[in-house]
T-cell receptor
Framework: DAGVIQSPRHEVTEMGQEVTLRCKPI?????LFWYRQTMMRGLELLIY????????DSGMPEDRFSAKMPNASFSTLKIQPSEPRDSAVYFC???????????FGEGSRLTVL | SQKIEQNSEALNIQEGKTATLTCNYT??????LQWYRQDPGRGPVFLLL?????KEKRKERLKVTFDTTLKQSLFHITASQPADSATYLC????????????FGQGTILTVHP
């Protein structure tokens, strides 16, 4: 299995631009999570989906952030408009049915200038 | 307020010694506690999961203990090797949904040859 696949690996953009991060979870995994990692705050859960349905988005910092999961094999995290404080590494992770361990992607490093 | 603390930001040990990392938490009732390894520029990788009714779990050179009275987990790496150098993260799962984890800030372990 290829694991959780994220794209792009690196994104540099200017303040005000729209950013879209993409994730393909492991096939057969029914839950998908978006985490953000910064030096100051560590790994924070932004939102998670069960069976493609958003369950808890309380970690999404502002309305500028949105996430979708149109099908079991694809999710996006969008930031519009982006700000310098959004600079971080964004991780997608999936977990199988009735297990607890998360499988993380390699992350998308976002820099907003 | 809820808090997870990994007591050492950085730990340096000599090759062959046992590394012991600590994870303390307050105001949580975790159903599970997990440990992950993260290498620079990579996503976290699952190592071990221990349930609230388990006192100890082992996997090769790794050992995890979980004391719900002390609200503490210890993570041991015996016969440490330079290849064990990485950041180690503890994470709590309160059992509301598989994979919905709250992470500590991590401990950077360096094993010197």
């Amino acid at each position: 299995d290829a694991g959780v696949i994220q794209s792009p690996r690196h994104e540099v953009t200017e303040m005000g631009q729209e950013v879209t991060l993409r994730c393909k979870p492991i096939s057969g995994h029914n839950s998908l999570f978006w985490y953000r990692q910064t030096m100051m705050r560590g790994l924070e859960l932004l939102i998670y989906f069960n069976n493609n349905v958003p369950i808890d988005d309380s970690g999404m910092p502002e309305d500028r952030f949105s996430a979708k999961m149109p099908n079991a094999s694809f999710s996006t995290l969008k930031i519009q408009p982006s700000e310098p404080r959004d600079s971080a590494v964004y991780f997608c992770a999936s977990v199988g049915r009735n297990t607890g361990e998360l499988f993380f992607g390699e992350g998308s490093r976002l820099t907003v200038l | 307020s809820q808090k997870i603390e990994q007591n050492s930001e950085a730990l340096n040990i000599q090759e062959g010694k046992t590394a012991t990392l600590t994870c303390n938490y307050t105001n949580y009732s975790p159903a599970y506690l997990q440990w992950y390894r993260q290498d620079p520029g990579r996503g976290p990788v699952f190592l071990l999961l221990i349930r609230e009714n388990e006192k100890e779990k082992r996997k090769e050179r790794l050992k995890v203990t979980f004391d719900t009275t002390l609200k503490q987990s210890l993570f041991h790496i015996t016969a440490s090797q330079p290849a064990d150098s990485a950041t180690y993260l503890c994470a709590l799962d309160e059992g509301t949904s598989y994979g919905k984890l709250t992470f500590g800030q991590g401990t950077i372990l360096t094993v010197h040859p």
